[in-house]
């Protein structure tokens, strides 16, 4: 069974960079079937995607967040990282990451980790 | 603003049918498989229904799925007090080249 986590730290300051970490286990990110995504909500809102890396370090990432958004791959520690630069209280969300089926379904959610963006 | 439109909340009462729409596009749900997730407050979602009306193994078959054009729906038949949960639609959009999700529905089992 697949199983993600995200680490990393749960507070950030205004302005600064977030940065996190999945770790996946009983599954290898090298999977050609597999996009390894970052997703994240807001609290009492709803879900939204942030963007996905393949094992080849190919990226696609949503155009709102595009100019702040770097993800990158590990394939020799089976982890894959998000970086989000110049937060704002905005920010300020769970974020999960979760294993795609190519472009048809997230099967594999990670637990999440709140982030918090202040001061 | 979400790309896919869901109602907020829906109710019903136990052994109920209840259904949750999710409204897109040609490029979105009129192109591309629809998934829908359940989550519970404080934990992830969970997988429930993929390419369209597929159930994921576990899932008990009281869950159904459905798509029609552009819109695609949940059915929740024989509802039951531990279905209250918030539900997600989701796609890929190719006009976007993302994914994209619905507002979610808060499911109350009254």
């Known amino acids: 069974q697949v199983q993600l986590q995200e680490s990393g730290p749960g507070l950030v300051k205004p302005s600064e960079t977030l940065s996190l970490t999945c770790t996946v286990s009983g599954g290898s990110v090298s999977s050609g079937s597999d996009y390894w995504n970052w997703i994240r909500q807001p609290p009492g809102k709803g879900l939204e995607w942030i963007g996905y890396i393949y094992y080849s370090g190919r990226t696609n990432y949503n155009s709102s967040l595009k100019s702040r958004v770097t993800m990158s791959i590990d394939t020799s520690k089976n982890q894959f990282s998000l970086r989000l630069s110049s937060v704002t209280a905005a920010d300020t969300a769970v974020y999960y990451c979760?294993?795609?089926?190519?472009?048809?379904?997230?099967?594999?959610w990670g637990q999440g980790t709140l982030v918090s963006v202040s001061s | 603003q979400s790309v896919l439109t869901q109602p907020p909340s829906a109710s019903a009462t136990p052994g109920q049918r209840v259904t949750i729409s999710c409204s897109g596009s040609s490029s979105s749900i009129g192109s591309n498989p629809v998934s829908w997730y359940q989550q519970f407050p404080g934990t992830a979602p969970k997988l429930l229904m993929y390419?369209?009306?597929q159930r994921p193994s576990g899932v008990p078959d009281r869950f159904s799925g459905s798509k029609s054009g552009t819109s695609a729906s949940l059915a929740i038949s024989g509802l039951q007090s531990e279905d209250e949960a918030d539900y997600y639609c989701?796609?890929?959009?190719?006009?976007?080249?993302?994914?994209?999700f619905g507002g979610g529905t808060k499911l109350t089992v009254l």
């Open positions: 979760a294993r795609a089926q190519g472009i048809e379904y997230f099967h594999h």
């Open positions: 989701a796609t890929w959009d190719d006009s976007l080249n993302g994914w994209v």
């Open positions: 390419n369209d009306n």
